[in-house]
């Protein structure tokens, strides 16, 4: 089974910064990202990866947040600067072998990693 591992979470203080890192065992994801759900809200986009490197941002994170991924490794990773209390939730991995709109097929998550912006 595909296992996707999460790390890089952690406390830290408003305008500082975090990396999160996701590896998976499977093979090649089409898609990868990131998602976060804040207590009591609802689980949000934050930004996903293709294959090919184009990107997506959620508004709210455009200039302070960069993900990237190491297709050898099988890995992404989210790049969080300029960190706000409002950023903090627990961040999930995805990886998606979808392709939209010519093929959609299975997708995973991780169990997620908990980022605390707090002074």
């Known amino acids: 089974q595909v296992q996707l591992v999460e790390s890089g979470g952690g406390l830290v203080q408003p305008g500082g910064s975090l990396r999160l890192s996701c590896a998976a065992s499977?093979?090649?994801?089409?898609?990868m990202g990131w998602y976060r759900q804040a207590p009591g809200k609802q689980r949000e986009l934050v930004a996903t990866?293709?294959?090919?490197?184009?990107?997506n941002y959620a508004d709210s994170v455009k200039g302070r947040f960069t993900i990237s991924r190491d297709n050898a490794k099988n890995t992404v990773y989210l790049q969080m600067n300029s960190l706000k209390p409002e950023d903090t939730a627990t961040y999930y991995c995805?990886?998606?072998?979808?392709?939209?709109?010519?093929?959609?097929?299975?997708?995973?998550w991780g169990k997620g990693t908990l980022v605390t912006v707090s002074s």
């Open positions: 990866i293709t294959i090919r490197g184009f990107t």
């Open positions: 995805n990886a998606d072998e979808s392709n939209p709109p010519h093929y959609y097929g299975r997708a995973y």
């Open positions: 499977g093979s090649a994801f089409n898609i």
